[in-house]
């Protein structure tokens, strides 16, 4: 499931990442926000929405400088990199799934220009048939499905990348269980 | 056809940058939409897409009512209207009582069906579009040309010209950085809105969901930032159960731009928090504007099934032509007469029925089942009945209906075509009518018509079987050989053929026109004369002479009342077959053989459209070809209609004569000297074509071909 959902990914654009445990996918993080950007004027680079990840284990990176947990509109429209944990992705079209009705989750990934989504290995289903029974929007008041970064064509029909939300689509896979989930 | 919708056509198939951009679209998108759809059953999804959707069609009511109660039960605030003014005032309301200055939108086909923007602008609201095509028509002043894809009419240069003014900064055309403009641009725009105006894809009675979709991600920052948020939502859109959701999800990426998801999805059930804390204020419109009415109209209730895909207009051979500003009309393309028709009323869509040749390329990929053709024959039926046909017309049909006094004048008019005839073919005819020899030539009546020269033929005595021919005007009027064809292969099988002279006109042109009653006397006419209870079989050489003996007759009937002809209608029907597939069947059943051994070269073959798509016919001429020693070459776009069209070709011939034309070019570039077809109408268009152009490439159809090598 895993490969066939890496490559729909990668078909449309997306960079996909495995890691075992969550230490490493963490190591990976680390290091992407130490390259993407430490210095920049007044606010943070990135934004980490909350998740199991970011109040658990991930907690050591919030303090690092540039990054924070407190996701604003201004944050989030300043920073350049935002973080979510999605809750599903589907293998047959590359697609992340996450309950986004707290708005923390989609303005950091919306507003920013590098969307890190963090993914288990475990929640990658088949296709919208599997995902049905997962979901429910009477108690999800915004389900948002997100396959590769954001396009468009209306200039002459050519594909450009990154019209209004993120240019780049960087999706953590990680084995481990994480422990909320 | 009024003149200035003329020269608009004129305009658009000589605007280079349009045709251009709309020819490279359709090319790739055949290819695209087929590895879009890759291992996936597209009759059974259409199957159940066509079948939820019109369910919901069927029971409009009472989705509303239960869509209402579940949005609200969730929060939002429902509004159902069938009139579009109340929709604007319900709006601004909203946007007075929230103290709203500006609107972000995010592209909504219903919004611009009740031009809402120029109506909220008035009322001194700044509205934003935030697709990016729809800014750029926005900041041009102009109508979207496509559905899906607004502003492909525009080229890069068009585009840095109106994004320089807009940010007051000389811009190059390169694509990259006009759409990073825009990003910086719109996003201010966003942050500071305080309401968002978005359409809604599906609608979902269960749930109270909306579902939107976008590339861009626009829709959820139109649903996000902004502290309003309403939807406006056609009630065509509802589906009953949220699982109905997936068959649409799945479709619609696939059929409107051969994605297999688009980049955003957002299911949204009532109103989330706004980022600082408080209640967004959802309001969702439903909005009626004549759907319902269309909902219980038997012929129009299957326009709800549509998903707004747009792929029939990226499958059209008129609309990659003409593009979609010469509607004249928000929706545009075959749905979009149909929409106009309804939506505005039935004489707006008078001049754009016009435009369908009736290929039916739409009908094979709509993921909603709707037969558009079919529709826009109602609407010129309807057309027809409310304000009749022109004096001109009335007095063609009226011959038409005059077998005698019709067949007389055709024989008249191979006496008096000489004047202009060379070889078998006018070259050119005077005034008026010359541009029906601009771009090809028209054959000449033949000296002596198939029903005059059948006396001669002689037939082998004591055959098995016997079947009826159906000649049609174009093969007993201008083409007999093609006749005398099939008569000698029949022969060779064991079978008699007679030729009910009384046989007419198959009232295929008068169906073309609207003109139903006209239809229903040929068809009547034609069943008395064919007597198809004594034949084995009834066999035409032309497909939409077929189609109208198989299809047709009984629904001309049925509609002008006519129903005591109803079961011969049937018989005939059941025994009416087309050349290539009884010749097929022939030859399987050993009964026909063809010469062994031949290497007659290279030919290709151009798919008529009533053969194709109606008769389902493709796979039997070419086999036949094959065995009788021809190496078939495919050329490109084989299924895709030469614009003949009957009498499309002479009405709108600036239109007619550039789909030839790449029709020819198409079977040039096989670099086969020779072209087979089943149908006497695309002879006659393509051999015209080439001829004018003085091309060497033989144009036959497949019966004069097959009758060379019959044993």
Known sequence: ?181 | MKREFKESITRAVNNANLTGALGKFSEAYKVNRAKAYEGMDFEALRGTIADRKAYAASHLDEMAERFTANAEAAGAKVFRTSDPAAVKEYILKVARENGVKSVVKSKSMATEEIHLNAFLEANGIEVGETDLGEWIIQLAGQKPSHMVMPAIHMTKEEVAELFSKEVDERLSSDIPRLVEVARQELRSKFLKAEMGISGGNIAVADTGSIVLMTNEGNARLVTTLPKVHIALVGIEKFVEKFEDVVPVLTALPRSATAQLLTSYVSIITGPTENDDGSRKELHIILMDNRRSEMARDPKFKQALQCIRCGSCLNVCPIFRLVGGHVFGSVYTGGIGTILTAWFEELKKSDDIQGLCIQCGNCKEVCPGKLDIPEMIMEIRRRLVAEQGTSLAQKAIFGVVNNRKLFHGMLRAASIAGKAFTSGSFIRHLPLFLSDLTETRSLPAIAAEPFRDRFARIEQPKGCPEKAVFYAGCLIDFAYPEMGASLVKILNKAGIEVVFPQEQTCCGAPALYNGAWDVAAQNAADNIDALRADEATYVVSACPTCTVALNHEFGKTLETAGRTEWLEKAKVLAEKTVDFSTLVKRLVDAGRLTLKEGNELGKITYHDSCHLKRTLRVSEEPRELLQKAGYQVAEMFECDTCCGMGGSYSMKLPEISAPILQRKLHNIKETGAPLVAMDCPGCVLQIRGGFDREGSKVEVRHTAELLAEQVE
């Open chain 1, 1 to 181: 499931m895993y490969e066939q959902f890496k490559a729909k990914a990668e078909g449309v654009g997306a960079e996909v990442h495995r890691f075992a445990r969550e230490t490493e996918a963490l190591e990976f993080l680390r290091a992407l926000l130490k390259t993407e950007g430490t210095a920049q004027a007044g606010g943070p680079v990135a934004v980490w929405a909350p998740g199991a990840l970011r109040d658990g284990a991930g907690k050591v990176l919030l303090s690092l400088p540039g990054i924070t947990g407190a996701v604003t509109r201004e944050a989030a429209a300043g920073a350049r990199i935002g973080i979510s944990e999605v809750d599903w992705a589907l293998a047959d079209t590359g697609t992340l799934v996450q309950d986004q009705s707290a708005p923390e989750q989609r303005l950091v990934s919306s507003l920013t220009e590098l969307h890190v989504a963090i993914l288990r290995s475990g929640t990658i289903l088949s296709d919208k048939l599997a995902l049905l029974s997962k979901i429910d929007p009477r108690k999800s008041r915004y389900i948002a499905f997100i396959t590769g970064p954001s396009r468009t064509a209306d200039i002459e029909r050519v594909l450009t990348i990154g019209v209004h939300g993120p240019k780049r689509v960087l999706i953590l896979c990680i084995d481990e269980t994480g422990v909320a989930a």
